[in-house]
């Protein structure tokens, strides 16, 4: 069952059409001619530091979807205002994973072409007395900023005259001034109820390399203050945004109006993607990466799309998650079965189906004719027949899960067990007579089994009925194979909940990786390239890693058969 402590309804979100607040917005703007051209025109702008998460693929999905909803356009922008923090490595990363959802672009742009016209639009911030150079420190501005109760204080320069302020704003521009020394500040009001405008910075001093404009400027634009200005540029008709900017709108606004320039987006907010036992920040996930607790961006225990697409998550399945989530005003927190969910309804049908052997243990068939093989037809997708079949062989001694056998079995024990009979998938029914132990330690190391020529294929003539139908691989055929077995990261919920003094790393799974280096897998798996996704009979969904080779076949447990969320949804 769903973690109960997850706000999200599962059977409302399974069962009923998502709504989609963001297109009423915009069949009314459309309808009121507020749309120039009636062109809608969206755009996903990431800042380039750091690879991009699940929260990203929604984000993308409703941006570029809604220009296709509406047959406009959707560009894709960095927002690269902080050359202390971005990198191009991480540029060409979110150009993959844009592609890789399945979107194009129809432009890209960045935030630092625009440099030159947002330095311009601050100098007539300052002409027009709506922007001055402010001398006090980052300390000093949160203590005049003031509280949610309380108004904020004035700056002692913030009377200073327009000339001054332009002479001081282009000695700032020409590298006179020392990093964090002043700042330009919009001039707004320090007694709005709204924190965000109080006189906020709109430009710092900043003397770091810009991956695009290299040591050009050494002032650059705050986010709030650029971000709208990159809007009106494109002619973005609607800036679609996650919740927390709700309060930055007002700011969003005030730049749209007073900077001069003539375009007029309107900003919408949706409600951001909390993902049950997901880190969804980028700084913390850096943290991740740089302090080794994962082994990389990719690392597929990370919720980055590069991690997803390595752990077996296709395009489809997360295009699928983003629409059954929907577009809501409210942020709660979505079940993270709702994702496995998705991924298995898509690996279901597109999967190939084979036998692999986690923890292998030797059964000898006794009555066995040595050294015969024979090849059986098996399909590979019982939901797909299109997929075809292939062919399996079959010897005297075979690999079975060591769980599939028990001495002294429960009730109910449909498996191999001392005198038990059970069929082995597509081939034969056998019979366990006796187990090999170590004399030492009394681990068992093989079985002693004889099988039924009659019932070949699965069946007998006398029609008798067997209770359990267990995987194998042929020992003699079979390719040694790594897998990792991968599960949540973290161990609660929200890693954020944490004890006094520590913080979201004390809630970090020791268990989140189990690595088998002696699993046994069909021998047709051992051309499989990476990338390639499978049903591991009876095991789960397991997709071939990056890192694999002819030589080291490594699989990734994508997920497990087991759907708690289609149960669930069931009942609805």
């Keep these: 069952m769903p973690d109960e402590n997850i706000n999200s309804s599962e059977n409302e979100i399974e069962n009923s059409a998502p709504s989609n607040f963001i297109y009423d917005f915009i ?11 009636n062109t809608v025109i969206t755009r996903f702008p990431p800042e380039p530091n750091g690879y991009l998460h699940i929260g990203h693929a929604k984000a993308i999905c409703i941006d570029f979807g809604t220009a296709l ?8 922008r960095f927002d690269d205002t902080n050359p202390s923090k971005e990198d191009v490595e991480y540029v060409e990363s979110i150009q993959e994973d844009v592609k890789w959802l399945g979107f194009n672009w129809d432009n890209m742009y960045y935030a630092s072409e625009y440099f030159g016209i947002m330095y311009d639009c601050a100098i007539k911030l300052i002409q027009e007395g709506k922007a001055f150079v402010c001398d006090l420190t980052p300390e000093q501005i949160r203590e005049h900023r003031g509280t949610l109760t309380e108004p904020g204080k004035n700056s002692p320069y913030r009377d200073r005259s327009i000339e001054e302020n332009l002479d001081l704003f282009q000695k700032m521009k020409n590298g006179e001034f020392a990093d964090g020394s002043k700042v330009l500040r919009a001039k707004i009001d320090m007694a709005s109820p709204n924190i965000n405008m109080r006189d906020p910075v709109i430009y710092r001093i900043l003397r ?31 800036s679609l945004c996650s919740l927390e900017f709700e309060d930055h709108r007002p700011l969003y606004d005030w730049v749209k109006e007073n900077v001069g320039l003539p375009a007029k987006p309107r900003q919408i907010e949706f409600a951001r993607l909390n993902l049950a036992y997901t880190q969804m920040s980028k700084r913390k996930l850096l943290q991740l990466v740089n302090e080794k607790y994962v082994s990389g ?32 005003k409210n942020n709660s927190m979505v079940d993270f079965a709702l994702l496995e969910h998705c991924i298995r309804d ?39 027949p299109e997929m075809g079949t292939r062919k399996l062989p079959f010897s005297r001694e075979i690999y079975i899960e060591q769980d599939d056998f028990m001495e002294n079995p429960p009730n109910k024990f449909f498996r191999l067990a001392p005198g038990k009979e059970v069929r082995l998938k597509n081939t034969y029914f056998i019979t366990c007579q006796s187990a090999v132990k170590d004399e030492a330690t009394g681990e068992i190391l093989e079985l002693r089994c004889t099988y039924d020529p009659e019932s070949k294929g699965g069946n007998s003539p006398d ?26 990261l973290f161990m609660k919920i929200d890693p954020e909940d944490v004890e006094a003094g520590a913080d979201f790393r004390s809630n970090i799974n020791p268990g989140s990786l189990e690595i088998l280096e002696s699993c046994m897998v069909e021998p047709d798996l051992i051309r499989a390239v990476p990338g390639e996704r499978f049903q591991f009979l009876r095991m789960g969904y397991y997709c071939v890693d990056s890192e694999s080779t002819e030589q080291k076949l490594v699989f990734n447990r994508t997920v497990g058969l087991r759907d708690t969320w289609a149960k669930v949804a069931s009942k609805g």
């Design 297 to 328: 961006w990719d690392d597929p225990r990370m919720p980055t799309i590069s991690g997803l697409r390595r752990r077996g998550y296709t395009p489809g399945s997360i295009r699928t998650f983003c629409e059954k989530i929907g577009v809501a």
């Design 69 to 76: 909803k509406y047959g406009g356009k959707c560009n894709l």
């Design 463 to 488: 029609g008798r009925k067997i209770k359990g139908t267990l995987h194998w691989v042929s020992a003699s055929h079979a390719v040694r194979a790594q897998v990792r077995l991968y599960d949540h």
């Design 27 to 37: 069949d009314e703007d459309l309808a009121e001619g507020r749309v120039p051209g």
């Design 208 to 238: 770091a390399h810009h991956h695009r404009t290299g040591d050009q400027w050494c002032i650059y634009p705050m986010y709030d203050y650029a971000h709208p200005i990159e809007d009106i540029v494109e002619n973005i008709t609607h």
């Design 346 to 384: 898509d690996l279901n049908f597109s999967a190939s189906r084979v036998m692999a052997v986690l923890r292998p243990l030797k059964v000898v068939i006794e009555n066995y004719p040595e050294g015969q093989v024979e090849w059986f037809d098996v399909e590979n997708n019982p939901e797909n």
